[in-house]
């Protein structure tokens, strides 16, 4: 029989070696958990982004119905006094659902005497209170007009029959 100058290797030899395969399953297990978990991450943050549009939107319209009652209430006001110069009218949160609801009326005398230039503003939000929960939502809208105040022939009743 012929002897070999080195040993064969036993089986007990082999054990002592890394296991190549176990390292390269938890590689795998790793990659797939860190796609996962951006996915996720990803999935949240868009779920996050579009509520805030939402809210926004809702926000927005909700200004524009505070702006049309500023100006029908600036419209009501003139048509019963044209001396009637403007207010800062703050309506009550419960009736708007948002913090902090202010409309400015400025009414500016025209150089027609029965004109008057009037100016809305609606605001919806608080800046100070927003600031501290780091996410702004002030909304502004504002709108200007002239307003015409009725003649004396325009207040009569035009049904009469002639």
């Not at 054990?15 to 390292?23: F, Q, S, V, Y």
């Not at 949160?93 to 809305?120: H, K, L, M, N, Y």
Request: aromatic content about 4%; charged content about 25%.
């Amino acid at each position: 029989m012929i002897e070999s100058a080195s040993p064969m290797p036993t089986r007990h030899a082999r054990c002592n070696e890394p296991p190549r395969r176990r390292g390269t399953l938890v590689v795998c297990v790793v990659v797939c958990l860190l796609v996962a978990t951006s996915l996720a991450a990803a999935t949240t943050h868009a779920a996050l982004r579009w509520r805030r549009s939402l809210r926004m939107e809702h926000q927005m319209r909700q200004t524009e119905l505070l702006l049309d009652a500023g100006i029908l209430r600036a419209a009501r006001q003139l048509r019963r006094s044209i001396d009637y110069r403007g207010e800062t009218w703050r309506p009550r949160r419960s009736t708007v659902g948002f913090e902090s609801p202010v409309v400015e009326i400025r009414v500016i005398e025209a150089e027609d005497p029965r004109a008057r230039q009037v100016e809305v503003l609606a605001q919806l939000g608080s800046p100070l209170a927003d600031l501290q929960r780091s996410n702004p939502s002030q909304t502004n809208r504002s709108h200007k007009f002239l307003f015409m105040a009725a003649t004396d022939s325009q207040d009569t009743d035009s049904s009469s029959v002639e």
